[in-house]
């Protein structure tokens, strides 16, 4: 929907695809300032972190999804750090509709949730949360049925060539494989 909003504002233009992965890039430098990480990196530190990542400088400028659901993403984790279930529900929900994959975060939203709160979940932080997450994902699935065809997420899988845990034979030929990319 950003991507329709900015064709309709702004025409059938490369530019306009760009913008919502531009725009997602700077906010994803705002948030990691408000996220107030440790004290021994610093809002500054974090910022200035997100604003040089490899990912943010390559993905950013393009018409690629990534950068939006990221920047949900992060805004969750920020949400969640700042005792806000519900949008920190929210905001995920948001990034799995852009993305399935976002749904990893699940668990580090979970455990800045247990930080925030003092190491404790109170069932109403749990519930509002819930809802939250209900909220968009609700709406994604409603108008995904509504449409037909397949699933949004069946299809994000198969654009992926599927989607799968490594066989455990499969681990070390994998890492030796990345290693091959690390400077000699």
Not at 88 to 99: C, I, P, R, S, V
Request: with cysteine.
């Amino acid at each position: 929907y950003t991507m329709a909003a900015a064709f309709a504002s702004m025409g059938r233009t490369e530019a306009a695809a760009r913008l919502a992965g531009l725009t997602a890039g700077v906010v994803s430098v705002a948030l990691a300032w408000a996220a107030r990480p440790v004290r021994f990196i610093g809002s500054m530190g974090a910022a200035t972190a997100m604003a040089l990542a490899p990912f943010a400088i390559s993905f950013s400028p393009t018409a690629f999804l990534d950068p939006l659901m990221t920047t949900l993403a992060l805004a969750t984790l920020v949400a969640a750090l700042h005792k806000r279930p519900g949008w920190a529900g929210a905001f995920l929900g948001l990034a799995a509709a852009t993305k399935v994959q976002a749904l990893i975060f699940l668990p580090l939203v979970a455990a800045c949730g247990v930080l925030a709160f003092g190491g404790r979940l109170r069932s109403r932080a749990g519930g509002s949360f819930v809802a939250g997450l209900l909220i968009p994902l609700s709406a994604v699935l409603a108008w995904d049925r509504l449409r037909g065809g397949a699933p949004f997420w069946l299809q994000q899988t198969v654009n992926y060539g599927g989607i799968r845990l490594a066989y455990p034979g499969e681990v070390i030929p994998r890492l030796a494989g990345w290693a091959s990319f690390l400077p000699q």
